[in-house]
């Protein structure tokens, strides 16, 4: 026989359940009021657009990938391709010159590596099948240092840095369609886009200022200078779409900028040579890697550390030194969220960090690895960069 309190106590839950089946309920009638741009997926959860990108919420354009850490080796021109499993090598492949990145596509289902050739005016393109891990035959693309996609997935965005320009491609043959001159924005190379798509903000690494860009008229809205002797690396904007956390090598910590104002409202120190970032999957810390050195071409076993920003108190909560020195630079978070794994630039290595301890392990790659991609990840659809999931 079941008593009163117990059937009270189950009632009790049934609610709670039919209730928390509901709870997305009022994010979503929130999402609705942002007005987004035509073709942009729905913001589902308009505190946390990083929602749809939660632990192992994988879209179906994903499935049959391979479980891979693909490595773009920038000075011996391969990918390097690693197991997560097994924390192994198990397949090294050439590209074109000068790899940079390694590009999810807006459709999830191919990634790009961005072969700028450095010095050269042979760029290019390699698309990799991620159900196979292997390379197929390359695109011919001027200066391609780094690459993101429109909102609504139509167009490739490839960021020719030495240029100061994008260039909008076709997302998929990657035709040139039109390209914007960003003048100045000396070394222009990362970007972060507003939670409705009508703005992107580009770093401009040789200029110390950023480059606001309004995605539907396509022009450049107007500048922001940060510090003149800055080198701004890459950029996230917070969950809410409120505030742009931007990387400064220079200045060892991170900017926070009002996007919508276009005005600098803050800086949190980090550590030495402040360089890549990366949301947490449940959206409440951000992950940024300090590279040990402001140089450009730095010394091995460097200061090296990651700091973790709580997004709620915009404070450091945690520091993750990396034992004997590093030079943690970019990369991501793997689907479960439990690894974070970033390139040791100036040490030809990969490090793997537990997000719970901040313990690091380090497998030997080829030769300054950049842009590195974890693959597959959970999201809906990619922006660009190493995996900017939305």
Not at 136 to 153: E, I, K, L
Not at 188 to 202: L, T
Request: hydrophobic share 40%; aromatic share 8%.
């Amino acid at each position: 026989m079941t008593t009163r309190p117990q059937r009270f106590s189950r009632i009790a839950a049934c609610v709670g359940i039919a209730f928390a089946g509901l709870c997305t309920a009022p994010f979503a009638g929130a999402a609705q009021s942002i007005a987004t741009v035509p073709g942009m997926p729905r913001v589902v959860n308009a505190s946390n657009m990083y929602s749809e990108a939660g632990v192992n919420h994988f879209s179906p354009a994903v499935a049959g990938a391979l479980p891979r850490i693909y490595v773009p080796n920038l000075r011996s021109d391969t990918v390097s391709v690693i197991d997560p499993a097994t924390f192994k090598v198990i397949d090294t492949f050439p590209v074109g010159q000068s790899p940079q990145h390694v590009v999810p596509a807006w459709d999830l289902k191919t990634l790009w590596v961005t072969n700028n050739a450095e010095g050269h005016n042979d760029g290019s393109l390699t698309p990799i099948d991620p159900k196979t891990g292997k390379p197929g035959t390359a695109v011919a693309v001027d200066d391609p240092y780094n690459m993101y996609f429109t909102p609504d997935g139509k167009e490739a965005i490839v960021v020719a840095e030495s240029r100061a320009r994008l260039d909008f491609r076709d997302a998929h043959t990657m035709a040139l369609h039109n390209s914007l001159q960003v003048p100045e924005c000396k070394g222009i190379n990362h970007a972060d886009f507003s939670i409705d798509g009508r703005y992107a903000i580009f770093t401009c690494e040789f200029g110390g200022k950023l480059a606001k860009i309004d995605m539907v008229k396509r022009k450049v809205v107007g500048y922001l200078l940060l510090d003149k002797k800055g080198m701004p690396q890459d950029i996230r904007v917070s969950p809410d779409g409120k505030v742009f956390y931007v990387a400064d090598m220079m200045a060892n910590g991170v900017y926070l900028v009002d996007g919508d104002s276009f005005t600098r409202i803050g800086f949190i120190p980090t550590g030495v040579g402040t360089h890549g970032m990366y949301p947490s999957r449940d959206g409440t810390k951000l992950y940024v890697a300090n590279r040990g050195s402001n140089r450009i071409h730095g010394p091995r076993h460097g200061k090296g550390s990651v700091s973790v920003i709580d997004f709620a108190t915009r404070k450091v909560v945690a520091n993750w030194p990396i034992p004997h020195g590093g030079s943690p630079d970019m990369g991501n978070v793997s689907a479960d969220g439990k690894l974070l794994w970033l390139s040791g630039r100036f040490d030809d290595v990969v490090y793997a960090f537990d997000t719970t301890t901040g313990a690091v392990r380090s497998i030997k790659v080829g030769a300054e690895p950049h842009g590195l991609a974890v693959w597959p990840q959970p999201g809906r659809y990619s922006l660009g960069h190493t995996g900017i999931m939305r």
